[in-house]
């Protein structure tokens, strides 16, 4: 098992895992039904969204149709699967109400289903907070793969001691940051600064963190099936 050694700048959240390309597959069908919520999760890891169709594509799924709807008919709305990975991968739990794709809907009067395909990653997470370093680590041989990382703030309980109540009010700041993949992907170790001045300032008078998941592999091995 792979562990930190925790300094008092370094707050580092979950559990540490022996990291080798360990997936689990999983499957989420929501028909397309006002109001209905597309919940993706994973109980050990983070979501990484493999295919995405928001379709009409057989007489099956979600038959029952609208009051006055059309005749069935296939039907397929592009760019779902950008929409899901944008929203949902390196999270470990993701909801969206599925009207986000009624904006543009070649299948309207008939009744849809979102159907998606994703992989549960099984990662290392860590939280470093504004003004530490974030270390990340892998066995020997291993190299690491960073699956996500946001920088801000998302909560009231994560790096708080001794902040006052007006740093800590915005939860709504947190922006994914290509930086830590930039400097880390590939390497054995890695240090990065956690400051306004390599990831930008998403909550001006805010105090964040950064919160990172990622995975050690040995070179060459690829994480999905």
């Known amino acids: 098992m792979l562990c930190f050694r925790l300094s008092t700048t370094l707050l580092l959240a979950a559990t540490c895992l022996l990291m080798t390309a360990v997936v689990s597959t999983e499957r989420a069908t929501t028909c397309g039904s006002e109001g209905n919520v597309q919940r993706l999760s994973c109980d050990d890891g983070v979501i990484s969204v493999q295919t995405a169709v928001y379709q009409r594509g057989n007489a099956v799924t979600c038959v029952k149709l609208r009051p ?106 947190s922006s994914p940051t290509p930086q830590v993949a930039d400097s880390c992907n590939g390497q054995n170790s890695c240090t990065i600064t956690v400051n306004n001045s390599v990831f930008g300032d998403p909550c001006v008078g805010t105090y964040k963190y950064l919160k990172v998941a990622y995975t050690c592999n040995y070179p060459g091995t690829s994480l999905l099936p």
């Open 68 to 173: 006055g709807a059309m005749p069935l008919r296939p039907c397929t709305q592009a760019g779902t699967v950008d929409v899901l990975k944008k929203r949902c991968d390196g999270k470990t739990e993701c909801e969206l109400n599925i009207n986000v794709f009624h904006t543009s809907d070649p299948c309207y009067g008939i009744t849809t289903y979102l159907d998606v395909n994703y992989t549960c990653i099984h990662s290392i997470h860590l939280v470093a907070c504004e003004g530490s370093f974030a270390q990340l680590q892998c066995d020997q041989g291993q190299v690491i793969s960073v699956t996500c990382a946001h920088y801000g703030r998302s909560d009231q309980t994560t790096c708080v001691y001794q902040r006052p109540l007006n740093q800590i009010q915005d939860i709504s700041c």
